[in-house]
């Protein structure tokens, strides 16, 4: 089954306007971490936002916010005031707190920000 | 921010020779490191894990023989592809896990490489 689901391949978005990003997950751990990367064309990973099982409040870094619904197992990213820039692929990850701890990836999502 | 190195950035072999990526955590020691291997327009998929002075640990389907993994030291990992074929061609990616609390809430990744086997 699987466990990160990106079900947007290709999302566009207006500059300067938010765009959100969505992410499902299943795992029958109470701890586990969810992950946001973005991937420019160049092929790295950027790190954008980090979202703990037990954390109470969404996450937040600069533009970027984790909207965290835990019974539904979201944790769609938000990206505000979008900027050329933004273009890339988003993955959506989890680690699981058991086991050897590794990042479970989603399909991704391109995102094109368009002036 | 933590840094993670890998080299080479690109690589184009022959067929059957043998490629050597390196991984190097710069500015802190990494217990863990694992290996991705990504196909163009896919998702990042985990080969294997490796932690320092212990044996790697592949994931299912991922040959051990035909991906050899070294993680000698808490700063080096590396992943060599021996007999490489058209097939292994692909996006190798490292990520490294440090020691200290602060770290562990994330992975610091490589800038990847892009393998190319004629």
């Known amino acids: 089954a699987q466990k990160i689901t990106q079900t947007q391949p290709g999302m566009f978005v207006q500059e300067k306007e938010a765009v959100t990003l969505d992410c499902t997950y299943d795992?029958?751990?109470?701890?586990?971490?969810l992950f946001w990367y973005k991937q420019p064309s160049s092929g790295e990973m950027i790190f954008l936002i980090y979202q703990g099982s037990y954390d109470e409040q969404n996450a937040t870094e600069g533009r970027y916010s984790l909207n965290f619904q835990k019974a539904r197992k979201s944790a769609n990213l938000v990206i505000s005031a979008s900027q050329l820039g933004d273009s890339a692929m988003y993955f959506c990850?989890?680690?699981?707190?058991?086991?050897?701890?590794?990042?479970?990836f989603g399909s991704g999502t391109r995102l094109q920000v368009q002036p | 921010g933590a840094v993670v190195s890998q080299h080479p950035s690109r690589v184009i072999c022959k067929s059957g020779t043998s490629v050597k990526i390196e991984c190097r955590s710069l500015d802190f020691q990494a217990t863990t490191m694992f290996w991705y291997r990504q196909f163009p327009k896919q998702s990042l998929m985990l080969m294997a894990t490796s932690n320092e002075g212990s044996k790697a640990t592949y994931e299912q389907g991922v040959e051990k023989d035909k991906f050899l993994i070294n993680h000698a030291s808490l700063t080096l990992s590396t992943l060599t592809v021996t007999s490489a074929h058209p097939e292994d061609s692909s996006f190798y990616i490292c990520?490294?896990?440090?020691?200290?609390?602060?770290?562990?809430?994330?992975?610091?990744f490589g800038s990847g490489t892009q393998l190319s086997v004629l």
């Open positions: 990520s490294a896990r440090g020691q200290s609390r602060g770290l562990r809430e994330k992975l610091f």
């Open positions: 990850a989890m680690r699981e707190d058991t086991g050897r701890r590794a990042l479970t």
């Open positions: 795992t029958s751990d109470q701890s586990y971490g």
